[in-house]
């Protein structure tokens, strides 16, 4: 966790990153917290640990570039919390989704968070409260995820993707990104009047300007 | 863009009008703003537009009856967020929705107010940031649309739902309609404090009384 | 409704109770208040019976334990409004949910109030506009039920899920129900607060220390 956080914050300095992929380098994507470090600390431990958890969690959800998941295998716990938190989500058909914690007797509070404002109320709670684990078809029904694909083809579609993305203008993807977290935290006539000045803000943009010329004259726009 | 608001006021003080359908002329719902008109024009003018635009979709939210859209093929951009902004939408298997700003270097920030409070949040972050469509089966299955009809029987299908809901009591739709956009602003508690009061005065009206009494005697009701 | 409300406030001072199953004695789940009710009683009248309704919700919505809702036939106006007001919900094939007010002029808005926070608001508001009913799949496609079974199999399914519940740790599933229920009031941020500390809290409960152990230990755990 830290050094996904570690990580992070060093790509945010850096002005050529378009796009970032979160994935796993093993068959499981997450299992959550180590139940072992649990119960070998105190309460004060325990406290930096979810603090910790919360504040990557916030740290991708207002990330400076769009986040994809790509997710082998299993999310569990914090696991299912990040895939929650992060902008665009391709799994395998094999992917399960769960907050197991109650199984263990310790309810996933902190996922229900993340998990609570994606997905519909009862399908939350019933994973909360039995502990068992969505298929990536429901998840896909619910959006949590936005795409299950073959196992194999995970990361060819992730990266399609990302490399769509990628070939964007980076400034007015930023300036989008940006403005849409702000605007879904307003209500709706004060998102407006945020958006539309970001829309103004964006057509002075040289990307746009280059982007609008090069729709008028039916060829590629070569970006800034 | 003027020409719909202008009409939707007209219609305002009509009392006779039941419900609307929103349609589009051409075998294109809509593409949204014309690049041109952005090309040629200052800051000053863009913002009139989107204000203008925001303006129209509040007109539409708030309208006094129903409206339902009626989606011959494409809705992209402001025509994707008109469509987010209507009451009931039918489109037919043929029909798109796609907020494709970012290809020219404008993200749909103003259309992603809409689109990000109708549709899950990572299937409305993919659709902006990548500017892809989505298909009708896709737009049903998250609540962008009600019903995906054979192409040919878009209009025949709305005018269904339209004369169901001019064939009910006028008076009771509007005061239903305006407390369910009134509740939906409020939090749980405030909004049943609210529309119990809305039911407590519908079963004042001379149409409850009447729909009511028709009910028990298993007759039509007579509307006012 | 009166009755229903004594049992469940007299539940709630019973400590062994683990879950809770709301079903229907008949063959329709339930079609709402009685019309001849309204009929027969003045506005005074009306206002206690709204409220009393809307009371009952909040009740079931914070009960102190989990509670699953089994629809046998139709569940109609403040019948459909319980069912999206329980935690979890289990319906036969042949079920329908509707919001039929309108069509004796009475606008469904206080089950609108529930419904329109469940389901997506173009469903909703279909539902409320016509009075006509959506079928099991689009309860299940939206989020309105979790699971669609043969109607032979729904309290063979209910008694499934809350088994399982009743099976895990009481202290830990009411700790994080309540957790659940006011975090999801909450701005994000703040709902992590409170989320990272209840599971503090929870790291102390016998049941939880038992939970790990028999975890770590690959046993099953025995709860206090």
Known sequence: MTELENQLLKFENLNNIRVLIIKSSSNTFSSGHDL??????????????FDKASNLMKIIENY???????????????????VASCDIAICGQSSLFSTPGILAG??????G????????RKIALEMLYTG?????????KYGLVNHVVEDSKIDETSEKIAN?????SS????????CFIEQMKLEKEKAYE?????????????DCKEGIKAFLEKRKPRWN
Chains 1, 2, 3 share one sequence.
């Open 106 to 111: 310790l309810f996933c509070s902190t996922p």
């Open 164 to 168: 769509k993305i990628a070939s964007l």
């Open 64 to 82: 400076f570039i769009p986040v994809i998941v790509s997710i082998q295998g299993t999310a569990a716990a914090a696991g299912c919390q990040l």
């Open 171 to 178: 400034s007015t993807m930023k300036l989008g990104k940006k």
């Open 113 to 120: 968070v993340a998990v609570g404002r994606v997905l519909p």
């Open 194 to 206: 945020l958006a539309s000045n970001v829309m103004v803000e964006n057509l002075q943009f040289t």
């Open 132 to 140: 068992e684990p969505i298929s990536a078809e429901t998840a896909l």
């Open 36 to 49: 072992l470090e649990f119960d070998k600390s105190n309460s004060s431990d325990h406290k930096k640990v």
